[in-house]
């Protein structure tokens, strides 16, 4: 066609010293270390195929890392190093910077470069949601109609509906609030995949499936769109969510007493391959407490007083969270103030009640960790 191949190489200036983007000479041997940026740019040089190769740094501008650029966006393309060196860049070559704003950035860097904005408000909500229905597991495409016509009565409405009403804890994007939503969604989708060597979904199960599209999504939304919000918040949120999902008329509406939070779905064992359906009785798909769920707590004598978990309805709720992002491998991110028991619901969830394929380590960060004791 009429495209050209491309290599890019992406990296994050902020997050690593000047001296291991561009190279550095050793204090006391004197002897040079190339960095990051003047490996890639070696590597790109000496190249024999006709590949673009686009550099692409994505993170914050600031003057200490982009004033070394300006030769390179200059019309001769040069690299200087601290070495000395000049490396001469090929016309295959291009420099491109993904960056939030231009603040800090110098008048010498803006003019060098050609500037594209791009508005969140323009690209809209439908690529995620378009882009995500294309790559639906098989079994769930004869669903993805009504998977689309849920996106389209719900998503856009719910998200105006934060962003007037809902205090939230930590700012988000519409476009990372969608994501969590499609994520939560691919978790509930797992179970159905069939996996070369694993015991397959019965068919009476996969028959069963379009019972659970609408729960699906509305306790994906709950905890995507709807959980970034206060205590207040969420009051607020799931008197709107019961009013929407009536209007609307979704087959399975929630309780009239206590939140949306409070529920979890409960699917009947539909997604559940072990479980062997009882032929006589065919359970039904239903919003259930949190706390019915729950095993009954019991002290162990003798047990360290820090190390007793009394479980609560949000420990409940961010453990099975925790458990069904993780077991999917889908990355977690738990906000909240000091003190609220985050490290210990994780500590407990990560420790004691994962898949033994799961092996835990933990790393403490500070203002002060830097990219090398990561490492």
């Given at each position: ?6 290599n ?86 291009t ?29 809209g ?20 109609e ?74 994906a939304?709950?905890w ?68 019915d ?49 985050k ?33």
């Open positions: 066609g009429n495209y050209e191949a491309v890019y190489y992406v990296l994050n200036p902020k997050s690593i010293t000047m001296g291991q983007l561009y190279g550095e000479f050793d204090l006391l041997t004197h002897e040079w270390t190339d960095g990051i940026l003047s490996s890639l740019i070696r590597v790109g040089v000496i190249a024999k195929d006709t590949n673009k190769k686009w550099y692409m740094f994505d993170g914050p501008v600031d003057a200490v890392w982009i004033e070394n650029m300006n030769t390179v966006l200059d019309d001769n393309k040069k690299l200087c190093l601290s070495s000395g060196e000049i490396i001469k860049l090929t016309e295959a070559m420099m491109m910077f993904e960056v939030q704003d231009l603040a800090v950035a110098s008048p010498a860097t803006v003019s060098r470069c050609g500037m594209v904005y791009l508005e969140p408000s323009i690209l909500l439908k690529p995620f949601t378009e882009c995500w229905l294309n790559k639906i597991p098989d079994v769930i495409k004869p669903f993805s009504q998977l689309e016509s849920l996106f389209n009565g719900f998503l856009e409405e719910s998200i105006i509906f934060v962003r007037k009403s809902v205090k939230e804890i930590i700012a988000s994007t519409d476009g990372n609030l969608t994501m969590s939503l499609l994520k939560l969604l691919d978790c509930f989708f797992q179970p159905f995949i069939p996996v070369e060597g694993m015991k397959r979904m019965p068919p009476e199960k996969i028959a069963r499936i379009d019972e659970l599209i609408e729960p699906w999504f509305i306790f939304l709950i995507s769109v709807g959980a970034t919000g206060d205590a207040q918040s969420r009051v607020v949120f799931s008197a709107w969510l019961k009013a929407t999902m009536s209007a609307k008329q979704i087959g399975l509406l929630f309780p009239d007493e206590g939140l949306v939070y409070d529920y979890q779905l409960d699917d009947a064992g539909i997604s559940n391959i072990e479980e062997e359906e009882d032929e006589d009785v065919i359970s039904e798909v239903g919003w259930v407490n949190w706390m769920s729950s095993v009954e707590f019991t002290m162990v004598p003798d047990t360290s007083f820090c190390d007793i978990i009394v479980p609560t309805m949000n420990t409940i709720q961010m453990a099975y969270l925790l458990e069904m992002l993780l077991t999917n491998h889908k990355p977690i991110l738990c906000v909240g103030p000091t003190g609220t028991g490290t210990l619901t994780i500590a407990d969830k990560l420790l004691k009640n994962l898949p033994l394929e799961f092996i835990s380590h933990f790393l403490v960060f500070s203002a002060r960790t830097s990219a090398n004791q990561t490492q």
